[in-house]
């Protein structure tokens, strides 16, 4: 299996391209004289995010409330991306005071010659500092707040076209 470290990481960012409701999600990371372009799925950014603040907040780390001041970045604009992400971990390395990031990629569900099986599948490991964490904790927030808007009653996407609300015709209990 090969696996790739980017130690430390120099830049990591979340993008999206498209439209609201039909967005492609990438995980863009550049260290170690190398520049990483992986496709996600919104859950794993979500997941990710929430879980890093578990993280945070387990090693007492601070993360203020204000923005981190963005020295006027442009948006990260992915290229093509050279594996789809299928599995992430976090983990807190004590000595090193750094967290890591860990993506493997996805396994095929069907085997053909060309794609990987589970014990060859490419990973990389991204070391963060913590600042890095807070930083991209907040940039990942931003990109996935930008997609559609929820509805306050549910808290499903709203579409441009409408939405069913399940909490007006009854099927779903209202908090």
Known sequence: MAIYELDPVDTIAVAAVGEPGQRRFFLLASGSGRTLTLSCEKSQIQALIVRL???????QIETSEAP??????????PGDPEWQIGEMGLGYHEARQMFVLVASQAAAGEQSEEAPTANDAPSVRFWLSHDQVVAFSKQAESVLSAGRPLCPRCGLPVDASGHPCPVMNGARPIF
């Open 68 to 77: 981190i001041p963005m020295a006027s970045e442009p948006e990260p604009v």
């Open 53 to 59: 603040h578990q993280m945070l907040e387990a090693q």
